[in-house]
Structure formats: structure tokens, C-alpha cells
């Protein structure tokens, strides 16, 4: 399992779509359940799983999350289904997870690479998140209020990676998970 961590805005998701591109990596992505509104971009069983916060918390009740948290205040979570299936066939697994979730699979043991993606500075992380066009006033001051507090945990991580030329920093990621495939 990777692991992939970092401020919203700071591009977590294009840099995994970017190195996902290069058939070197026999990688998917696990599809996360959340209980946020869904973007008029996203599809069900694509971007996320969509279920309503009751849905949620049968599913923490039965046991079916490898890991979940509240995040700018809504539920996300790794059901154990989407890693068991890919293990099965062999493949290895990206989870885009935030600071909390990932420090729940840490303890699994079996995260392989964890890398903490920084914007280049804080204007550019809330100039992003404006561009994309996705939040509101109120989840944009939300998402930004917390990148301080999810910063001061990067050293949690193995590596750390400077998201500020979007190829540069794609290959640096795959520069550093590269190992992993050459040793199978
Ligand atoms: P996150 O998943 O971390 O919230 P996204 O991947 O959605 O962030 O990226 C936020 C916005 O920034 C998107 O509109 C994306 O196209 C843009 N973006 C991502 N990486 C870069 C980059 N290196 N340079 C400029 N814009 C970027
Ligand atoms: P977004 O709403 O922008 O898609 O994601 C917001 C935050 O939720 C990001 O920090 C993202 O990494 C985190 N997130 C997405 N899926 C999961 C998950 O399954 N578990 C946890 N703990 N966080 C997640």
C-alpha cells in the first residue's frame, strides 16, 4: 500500500492521476467512501463512493473500514473490501488519505511508501483551490484552516514532495515508488 497525504489544493489527486498514467506501475487507485456532497465532476464508484452518513456508520458499526475520519466535516473511509480485492489479484494500491487515516493504516504494517505532498506556498494552494472551482466561501476556509494544522505532520512520513511543476514533482513520486516494482 502507498499512501498519499496532503493539504486540499495542493494536488494530491492530479499527481496520482499523472503517475497512474505510466504503465511502469501496476498501481490502482482505492476508491474512498465519503459522506460530502458529490461534485458535478465526480461519478459514484469512480471518484468515491457516495453514501449517506447512516450508510457510513453501519459501516464503522460492521467493521467494514480499514480506516475513516472526519475531515473538514464530513466522513471519509478505505473500506477493507477495495484493498482485499486488488491483494487478491496482486496489485498494489494507492490510498489518498489525509493525515488521520493515514496514521490508522500506519499501524497495519503494510504501508510500503507514504509520501506527504506540499503546495509551493500558500497562495498558490488557495489560488488552486479556487481555480478548481469546487468549494464554496465556508469549505474553502475550511480546507485552508486545517493545511497548517495537516503540514505539521509531514514528517510522519517517508518522504515529503513539493508539488510545483506537476511533472517535476510526478516524477519525483515515481522516482521514489519506483523501487518497489523493481523488487518484485
Ligand atoms: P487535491 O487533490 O490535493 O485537493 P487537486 O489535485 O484537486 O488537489 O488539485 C487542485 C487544483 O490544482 C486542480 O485544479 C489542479 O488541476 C491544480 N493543480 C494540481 N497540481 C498543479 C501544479 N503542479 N501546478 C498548477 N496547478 C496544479
Ligand atoms: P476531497 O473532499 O477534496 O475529495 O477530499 C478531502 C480530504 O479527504 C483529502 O485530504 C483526502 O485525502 C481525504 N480523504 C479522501 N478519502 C479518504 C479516506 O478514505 N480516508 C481518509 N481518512 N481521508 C480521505
Request: net charge neutral; glycine share 10%; with cysteine.
Amino acid at each position: 500500500m502507498i499512501v498519499i497525504s496532503g493539504p486540499s489544493g495542493s494536488g494530491k489527486s492530479t499527481l496520482v492521476r499523472e503517475v497512474l498514467k505510466d504503465p511502469a506501475f501496476p498501481l490502482e487507485i482505492s476508491v474512498s467512501v465519503t459522506t460530502r456532497a458529490k461534485r458535478a465532476n465526480e461519478k459514484d464508484g469512480a471518484d468515491y463512493h457516495f453514501w449517506t452518513k447512516e450508510r457510513f456508520q453501519q459501516g464503522v458499526a460492521a467493521g467494514e473500514f480499514l480506516e475513516w475520519a472526519e475531515v473538514y466535516g464530513s466522513f471519509y473511509g478505505t473500506l477493507k473490501e477495495e484493498i482485499a480485492r486488488r491483494r487478491e489479484q496482486g496489485k498494489g494500491v494507492i490510498l489518498e488519505i489525509d493525515v488521520q487515516g493515514a496514521g490508522q493504516v500506519r499501524r497495519t504494517g503494510e504501508v510500503t511508501r507514504s509520501i506527504f505532498v506540499f503546495p509551493p506556498d500558500w497562495q498558490a494552494c488557495e489560488a488552486r483551490l479556487r481555480a478548481r472551482g469546487t468549494e464554496n466561501e465556508e469549505s474553502l476556509g475550511r480546507r485552508l484552516a486545517c493545511a497548517k494544522e495537516e503540514m505539521g505532520r509531514a514528517n510522519e512520513y517517508d518522504y515529503q514532495v513539493v508539488n510545483d511543476d506537476l511533472n517535476r514533482a510526478a516524477g519525483r513520486i515515481k522516482e521514489l515508488i519506483k523501487p518497489l516494482f523493481m523488487e518484485r
